[in-house]
């Protein structure tokens, strides 16, 4: 790594890392090194790559993991979908989705929470698709000699003079910028944090452990007979969500193409119920402990097919791999970055699934931080800080805002009283208030700045996007000073000969 200013010549910044007697000040872009092939890692590495900027990106597991049940992508991601190119496949391989149709263990229909409104406002339908699906699309479009797999990242050093990262085989590798893109369980959070804690710089609430209520089962079944479940042969994605009457869980499933359903079962944990779990906590999304979980839930009515169905008919369908038992925490950090290091996606923030917007922060976040990186004047720590900055600032309040979303949608399939609360009020929301909260969900489609801007045919206006219309202009004006310097350049007068 080419340096050439010494840092005892300024003090203008504190110096970070095991070598901080040199600046990194050698040309060209940063080197960003993202740690997670998950969706945010995944699609920053996308849009990285679309922008020039030279990035690698490891991921601990060795294969493609099938686990994890579908994912809700609305309107807002469709812009970047086709600003990545990937939008048709994405549309091919998913079913629309416009309403959750909330029952009883009776099989009746409680009622209905219709988003249909989505797709004028927001000029794209929303639609359901399998976790592993998008997550292959997404992992066959990164450059292979970029991916390094099996990568699992155990320590890290930032400076002045870079970032250097350690992985459980023994290699190492140096960088500019280190993403942590690696989910709830981030070894670039614990990493960060621990030397935070250790200068006495963590905020109190950042060193405690991610809280969780709630355990979920979820599976992704093989293909599925239509004439059982015969809502598979609809062009339209059933979403069905079962809320149990004397026990204390949800259920629900969804149709998505190639006759398959994706599943997840909620069990709510009351104090002592999450003293015992807490000694069992999974680490990670993964094939974890499901049989018992499974026994245990088999014989939960579901509504569709003739009315007789159980998950009892969609564990059978599921093979054991793609099923997995998680607990689900929910926690939005305050600490984003630090130095050289920057946290996106469940790394920074993990919530409640049942507002499907977990997937979704991790895409906005990926996009937020191309944004910034790709205009990242030089390689110093006081400009990466400041770019982070710029970065949560833009994300943060979205973080925050799906968390209670994603609460509140939690509340509905719960059985406390908060929870009796929270469906009356779903029930009987005034439309006027329903359409308020769709508008203003619908004006979220991030763009790229470095990318052709994608018009679409929303009736709601596109919300300002702080790092759109920032970095826009620093490219448009970084652009307009290499014209006129080129053109002051041709103009110059030939130097005289000797
Ligand atoms: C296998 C899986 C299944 C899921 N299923 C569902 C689901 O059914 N429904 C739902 O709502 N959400 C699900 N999620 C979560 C959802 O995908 C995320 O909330 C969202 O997409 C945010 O993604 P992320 O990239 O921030 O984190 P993640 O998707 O968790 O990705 C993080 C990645 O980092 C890797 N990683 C972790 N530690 C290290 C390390 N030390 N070194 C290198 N790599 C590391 C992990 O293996 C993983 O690939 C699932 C996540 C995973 C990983």
Known sequence: MASTTTAESTNDIVIYGPDCTVYNDSPGKAHVLIIGAGIA????????????????????????????????????LFSIFHQ??????????????????????????????DFNLLR????????????????????????????????????????????????ANGSDFEGDILVGADGAYSAVRQNLYEKLKKDKTLPALDAKDLPFSCVCLAGHSGPLDPEKFTELKDPQCHFY???????????????????????NVFLYLDKESTKVHNNFRTTDWGEGAVGSMCDEVREFPIPGGDGTLTLAD???????????????????FDTWYHCRTVLIGDAVHKIHPAGGQGALLGFHDAIALANWINVLPSKRVKHTEYIFKEYKKERYPFAKAAYNHGRNMSNVSEKALKATITRYISKNMPHWL???????????????????????SG???????HSYVKTAKMIKDQAAAREAAEAAANEAPPAASA
């Not at 969609?314 to 939005?332: A, H, Y």
């Not at 009736?459 to 996007?465: L, S």
């Open 241 to 263: 969500n079962t809320i149990g009457t004397d026990k204390p869980y949800s259920w629900a499933y969804f149709t998505t193409q190639n006759n398959v359903a994706c599943w």
């Open 41 to 76: 890692g995944l699609t920053l590495a996308l849009l990285l790559d679309k922008a020039g900027v030279p990035f690698d990106i490891f991921e601990k597991s060795a294969d493609s993991r099938t686990v994890g049940s579908a994912l809700y992508l609305g309107p807002d």
């Open 459 to 465: 009736t709601v206006k596109a919300a300002y996007q």
């Open 84 to 113: 990545l190119g990937i939008a048709d496949e994405i549309i091919e391989q998913s079913k629309p989705c416009h309403s959750i149709d909330v029952y009883g263990e009776d099989r009746e229909r409680q009622f209905k929470i």
């Open 314 to 332: 969609l564990i059978d369908g599921t093979p054991k791999t793609q099923m997995t038992k998680v607990m689900l925490e929910e926690k939005v």
């Open 434 to 456: 329903w359409v308020l909260f769709l508008k203003k969900t619908s004006a979220q489609r991030p763009q790229a700045s470095f990318l052709p801007y994608v018009e679409d």
């Open 120 to 167: 004028e406002m927001g000029g794209y339908e929303g639609r359901l698709i399998p976790r592993t699906v998008i997550y292959n699309i997404l992992l066959s479009k990164v450059p292979p000699e970029k991916l390094h797999k099996p990568m699992r990242m155990l320590s890290m050093t930032q400076g002045e003079n870079g970032v250097h990262i350690r992985f």
